[in-house]
């Protein structure tokens, strides 16, 4: 267990609709970050916080938005889905320890139908 | 710029050694090497920052090649245990090793008996 909670685990929707996903990060982690797995791909970088604020972009689309709240509990928005939205998200969370080694939560398995 | 890992896929018997490399188009401060397998989390197995400091795996060794912006992960006498999927991730500038961490598309590997 990382210590990285995501919620929920699994989800179907349709197309067209909208989700929130939900991710606690590590006690005392102050840094998130959102990656997207697609079926045969690799670990797809979307976007980073630190303490709040967003630090990093990467491939996140624009019917996509997150953000880091104060407790530090982030959530990833995804709307207007398409079938090609369907994926593993991963959220993964570091801190001051370790070398800032980043860990990942277990993921939300989105289907888009 | 995503790194390029290198093989995509190999196939080793139980006991016999493996060289992962992962190289990138620009300047690296960190490079970052996780496991996975199918339908978890990353796991973590080891960092390799700017200046030659490593945090990681009693059992798993890298370099970190900065002029030639490569690294490379050693496995060493492979366990059944050792399969899956292995990501590298580059990122960070001076002062953040984790910045953008973006991920190569993993190399596959499995151990047979």
């Known amino acids: 267990d990382s210590g990285v909670t995501q919620t929920p685990k699994h989800l179907i929707t349709a197309t067209g609709q909208r989700v929130t996903l939900r991710c606690s990060p590590r006690s005392g982690d102050l840094s998130v970050y959102w990656y997207q797995q697609s079926l045969d791909q690799g670990l797809q970088f979307l976007i980073q916080y630190y303490n709040g604020e967003e630090r990093a972009k990467g491939n996140i689309l624009e019917r996509f938005s997150a953000q880091q709240f104060p407790d530090l509990h982030s959530e990833l928005n995804l709307s207007s889905l398409e079938l090609g939205d369907s994926a593993l998200y991963f959220c993964?969370?570091?801190?001051?320890?370790?070398?800032?080694?980043?860990?990942f939560g277990e993921g939300s398995w989105l289907t888009v139908v | 710029q995503q790194p390029v890992q290198s093989p995509q896929a190999v196939i080793l018997r139980e006991g016999e050694d493996a060289v992962i490399n992962c190289s990138s188009s620009?300047?690296?401060?960190?490079v970052h090497w996780y496991r996975q397998k199918h339908g978890e989390a990353p796991v973590f197995l080891m960092i390799?920052?700017?200046?030659?400091e490593q945090k990681g795996h009693d059992k798993i060794s890298a370099s970190f090649n900065e002029k030639k912006q490569q690294s490379s992960l050693y496995l060493t006498a492979s366990q059944l245990s050792y399969s899956g999927t292995y990501f590298c991730g580059t990122g960070g500038q001076s002062g953040g090793s984790n910045y953008k961490l973006t991920f190569g598309k993993g190399t596959l590997l499995t151990v047979n008996p």
């Open positions: 620009k300047a690296l401060y960190s």
């Open positions: 390799l920052l700017k200046g030659g």
């Open positions: 993964a969370s570091s801190g001051r320890a370790k070398g800032n080694t980043i860990y």
